[in-house]
């Protein structure tokens, strides 16, 4: 529960899990307000250990805490990436639970370049984790690893986002290709991020309906509408940067400035969606890979501009502060993209294969 050392690959598997631990804790011989103490002890050599770290819970505070955790995995934008569970064992998830140890693995990582390269990089120690689980961490701390958390995995979930994206794409037209054990680290990363942003009380519910959290979804259908123009016109070549994705990188530091470029930027792509609206209703695609991102595309490009006037609207009343929780839901939106509509026919079978196959339109 509280170490990983058995790994949990589903969600409901991990809330399995954890209510057997709790419903041991109801023995008659054990009361709530019974110690449960936690030890780390550190082998200096053979010959010498030495206790690290303790702290004492109620077991009565334990299964609040637990019961915390598990909604704090929880606090995350739903979507999913082709993913490396097992040796040669890949398949379609979405974020998942992490126990709190983990949590040291995850922040030794920094990423860096375009996102396929990491540095080693001093992370949290057993005690900080501990101490988030069991609500024990000083003020501000939580606020303080997010900011670093955020900084050392933004280019990874930004060139996961990417490969989401172009994962529809024929392989000669893909300009960027995670491999699933990266896809894997992007999870884990979610859902570390989303428990930081759930214990600063920035629950799924606020901050999924918030300026930030949009902003990346609008980036990324930005890119949506981009691929879709280049598969049309550019004969299938991507270039290695989007617009959505500048305006992206853009927004991590300046939103309004972001909002004012994508303005100017996305008028062609508009007029080259109105022309293209009529193949919607073609029955003669002979691409179909071709057809399905122009699809996208233009349903990517009918949602932003509902979206685009909520968040001028928000822009023109209230000031936005690029603090350590905006970049932090702005990346989340970002890799989670919009959310995609569904016809009649592809919500009864939706069966495509391949990492973005939920965005069947």
């Given at each position: 529960?509280?170490?990983?050392?058995?790994?949990?690959?589903?969600?409901?598997?991990?809330?399995?899990?954890?209510?057997?631990?709790?419903?041991?804790?109801?023995?008659?011989?054990?009361?709530?307000?019974?110690?449960?103490?936690?030890?780390?002890?550190?082998?200096?050599?053979?010959?010498?250990?030495?206790?690290?770290?303790?702290?004492?819970?109620?077991?009565?505070?334990?299964?609040?805490?637990?019961?915390?955790?598990?909604?704090?995995?929880?606090?995350?934008?739903?979507?999913?990436?082709?993913?490396?569970?097992?040796?040669?064992?890949?398949?379609?998830?979405?974020?998942?639970?992490?126990?709190?140890?983990?949590?040291?693995?995850?922040?030794?990582?920094?990423?860096?370049?375009?996102?396929?390269?990491?540095?080693?990089?001093?992370?949290?120690?057993?005690?900080?984790?501990?101490?988030?689980?069991?609500?024990?961490?000083?003020?501000?701390?939580?606020?303080?690893?997010?900011?670093?958390?955020?900084?050392?995995?933004?280019?990874?979930?930004?060139?996961?986002?990417?490969?989401?994206?172009q994962s529809i794409l024929p392989k000669k037209s893909i300009t960027v290709k995670t491999?699933?054990?990266?896809?894997?680290?992007?999870?884990?990363?979610?859902?570390?991020?989303?428990v930081l942003l759930y214990k600063s009380g920035r629950t799924k519910e606020l901050y999924?309906?918030?300026?930030?959290?949009?902003?990346?979804?609008?980036?990324?259908?930005?890119?949506?509408?981009?691929?879709?123009?280049?598969?049309?016109?550019?004969?299938?070549?991507?270039?290695?940067?989007?617009?959505?994705?500048?305006?992206?990188?853009?927004?991590?530091?300046?939103?309004?400035?972001?909002?004012?470029?994508?303005?100017?930027?996305?008028?062609?792509?508009?007029?080259?969606?109105?022309?293209?609206?009529?193949?919607?209703?073609?029955?003669?695609?002979?691409?179909?890979?071709?057809?399905?991102?122009?699809?996208?595309?233009?349903?990517?490009?009918?949602?932003?501009?509902?979206?685009?006037?909520?968040?001028?609207?928000?822009?023109?009343?209230?000031?936005?502060?690029?603090?350590?929780?905006?970049?932090?839901?702005?990346?989340?939106?970002?890799?989670?993209?919009?959310?995609?509509?569904?016809?009649?026919?592809?919500?009864?079978?939706?069966?495509?294969?391949?990492?973005?196959?939920?965005?069947?339109?």
């Amino acid at each position: 529960m509280i170490t990983g050392e058995s790994e949990v690959e589903e969600f409901d598997d991990y809330i399995d899990a954890t209510e057997s631990v709790l419903a041991s804790f109801q023995g008659a011989d054990l009361s709530l307000d019974s110690a449960v103490d936690f030890v780390e002890i550190i082998k200096v050599d053979k010959a010498n250990r030495k206790i690290n770290f303790s702290t004492t819970a109620r077991i009565g505070q334990l299964v609040q805490v637990v019961k915390n955790w598990k909604e704090a995995c929880g606090n995350r934008p739903d979507f999913r990436l082709f993913t490396q569970l097992k040796k040669n064992e890949n398949l379609m998830c979405a974020p998942w639970a992490i126990s709190p140890k983990q949590m040291i693995a995850l922040s030794q990582k920094k990423y860096i370049r375009d996102g396929s390269q990491f540095t080693p990089v001093p992370g949290v120690s057993f005690a900080d984790a501990l101490k988030l689980f069991l609500g024990k961490n000083r003020s501000g701390w939580t606020w303080e690893f997010l900011h670093h958390f955020s900084d050392q995995y933004q280019p990874l979930l930004r060139y996961c986002a990417l490969s989401k994206l172009q994962s529809i794409l024929p392989k000669k037209s893909i300009t960027v290709k995670t491999s699933p054990k990266y896809n894997a680290q992007a999870l884990s990363a979610v859902t570390l991020i989303s428990v930081l942003l759930y214990k600063s009380g920035r629950t799924k519910e606020l901050y999924m309906n918030d300026f930030s959290f949009q902003l990346g979804q609008l980036c990324s259908a930005m890119d949506e509408v981009h691929i879709g123009y280049c598969m049309s016109e550019r004969g299938g070549s991507i270039p290695n940067m989007l617009l959505g994705n500048q305006i992206y990188g853009m927004a991590l530091q300046d939103p309004v400035k972001a909002m004012a470029f994508m303005a100017t930027r996305c008028r062609p792509y508009d007029s080259w969606v109105k022309r293209k609206k009529i193949q919607l209703n073609s029955k003669d695609d002979k691409d179909k890979q071709k057809s399905k991102t122009i699809k996208n595309a233009v349903y990517a490009q009918r949602w932003m501009g509902k979206q685009a006037a909520k968040l001028n609207q928000y822009l023109r009343e209230s000031d936005i502060s690029t603090s350590d929780s905006y970049k932090a839901e702005l990346m989340l939106g970002y890799l989670a993209g919009r959310p995609f509509e569904q016809n009649k026919e592809s919500a009864k079978s939706n069966t495509d294969k391949g990492e973005n196959n939920e965005s069947t339109i």
